[in-house]
């Protein structure tokens, strides 16, 4: 199934990557859907005939020295708008920091809740020297952008966990029982209307439940090495923050989420990517939207022709 996906990122989006670039807003953080969209991408351009010289989280970006020709690539996910509005908030220092170079947002879903903040960021896109390619992952987001924002180019694509390859990490299984993935935070809507089996299990993703244990030993650390930094004048955080999520705390992340689906038989998701991931794995699938119709959109445009998942 992923290859098909593939396919239309090699069509769509490998054209728009003509120099090399920087990769920005890395997850360093526990959400097992946004770490997948970080390796996805990650297996995504390495097919593409350029490098990059450069990536980074939110708390790690540093602004670097670029050539103009150099291409800002941001992280997909669904962060697009106010609702986790530290994300837009990093674009828009980064489109200060870099006013002529081009930009490629990759696929996101878009909410706004505040319209002072929607007509702010239309200005700061607008005046951007650069080219601005924005893809969309849903036809809401996709005609919203379209209509309201000036001086951008707006690709549809696909979430681009769907080019998943879980054989990497997992040999699928059959698993046992029924799982509600149920999430708790400000995407979360009142569920009692899905009619879920009684016998369900409900979890969210195991390590927003409980940090793995060598992301917890870290986060203590950290403290002590900001210090340090502090007093040497050093860039130690950074530098061991980027290379422990890179090279191990990303693996660990990913492992745990696969293994967590993979036990179950069947899915009832409020989560978009435990949908994919179960998809994925062949589990039976049921999908329930967020708060603002991110799940449904992702779905009714790329998911509802495979044959083991439907929406609720």
Same mark, same amino acid.
């Given at each position: 199934?992923?290859?098909?996906y593939k396919?239309? &990122?090699e069509?769509?989006?490998f054209?728009?990557?003509?120099?090399?670039?920087?990769?920005?807003d890395?997850?360093?953080?526990t959400?097992?859907?946004?770490? /997948?969209?970080?390796?996805s991408?990650l297996?995504?351009?390495?097919?593409v005939?350029?490098?990059?010289?450069?990536?980074?989280?939110?708390?790690?970006?540093?602004?670097?020295?670029?050539?103009?020709?150099?291409?800002?690539?941001?992280?997909?996910?669904?962060?697009?708008g106010?609702?986790?509005?530290?994300?837009?908030?990093?674009r828009?220092?980064v489109?200060?920091?870099?006013?002529?170079?081009?930009?490629?947002?990759?696929?996101?879903?878009?909410?706004?809740?505040?319209?002072?903040?929607?007509?702010?960021?239309i200005?700061?896109?607008?005046?951007?020297?650069?080219?601005?390619?924005i893809?969309?992952?849903?036809?809401?987001?996709?005609?919203?952008?379209?209509?309201?924002?000036?001086?951008?180019?707006?690709?549809?694509?696909?979430? /681009?966990?769907?080019?998943?390859?879980?054989?990497?990490?997992?040999?699928p299984?059959?698993?046992?029982g029924?799982?509600?993935?149920?999430?708790e935070?400000?995407?979360?809507?009142?569920?009692?209307?899905?009619?879920?089996?009684?016998?369900?299990?409900?979890?969210?993703?195991?390590?927003?439940?409980?940090?793995? &244990?060598?992301?917890?030993?870290?986060?203590? /650390?950290?403290?002590?090495?900001?210090?340090?930094?502090a007093?040497?004048k050093?860039?130690?955080?950074?530098?061991?923050?980027?290379?422990?999520?890179?090279?191990? &705390?990303k693996?660990?992340?990913?492992?745990?989420?696969?293994?967590?689906?993979?036990?179950?038989?069947?899915?009832?998701?409020?989560?978009?990517?435990?949908a994919?991931?179960?998809?994925?794995?062949?589990?039976?699938?049921?999908?329930?939207?967020?708060?603002?119709g991110?799940?449904?959109?992702?779905?009714?445009?790329?998911?509802?022709?495979?044959?083991?998942?439907?929406?609720?």
């Open positions: 199934m992923e290859t098909t396919k239309i &990122f069509k769509d989006l054209p728009l990557i003509t120099n090399d670039y920087i990769l920005l890395l997850p360093y953080f959400n097992v859907g946004d770490v /997948l969209i970080w390796q991408t297996d995504l351009l390495k097919n005939n350029h490098k990059c010289i450069y990536s980074s989280s939110i708390e790690t970006y540093r602004k670097q020295q670029l050539p103009q020709e150099c291409i800002i690539i941001f992280i997909g996910g669904g962060n697009w106010d609702l986790w509005k530290r994300h837009h908030d990093f828009r220092k489109l200060n920091d870099y006013p002529k170079n081009p930009i490629i947002q990759l696929p996101q879903s878009v909410f706004f809740k505040d319209s002072t903040y929607l007509q702010e960021d200005e700061i896109f607008s005046k951007h020297k650069g080219d601005i390619t893809c969309l992952r849903d036809e809401n987001s996709y005609n919203f952008v379209s209509k309201t924002y000036n001086n951008v180019n707006v690709l549809l694509l696909p979430d /681009l966990v769907l080019t998943f390859n879980v054989n990497k990490y997992i040999t299984k059959k698993g046992t029924i799982l509600f993935n149920k999430r935070d400000s995407e979360a809507i009142i569920y009692t209307n899905y009619n879920i089996p009684f016998e369900a299990t409900t979890r969210d993703w195991p390590s927003i439940e409980k940090l793995p &244990f060598n992301i917890k030993v870290y986060n203590k /650390l950290i403290p002590y090495i900001k210090r340090i930094d007093l040497l050093t860039n130690a955080y950074c530098c061991i923050t980027d290379y422990l999520y890179k090279n191990f &705390f693996n660990t992340i990913i492992k745990s989420g696969v293994s967590f689906v993979n036990k179950y038989d069947t899915v009832y998701s409020t989560r978009l990517h435990v994919i991931l179960a998809t994925l794995l062949n589990k039976k699938v049921y999908a329930i939207d967020n708060s603002y991110k799940v449904k959109g992702v779905y009714n445009l790329w998911m509802k022709d495979i044959a083991n998942i439907k929406m609720l």
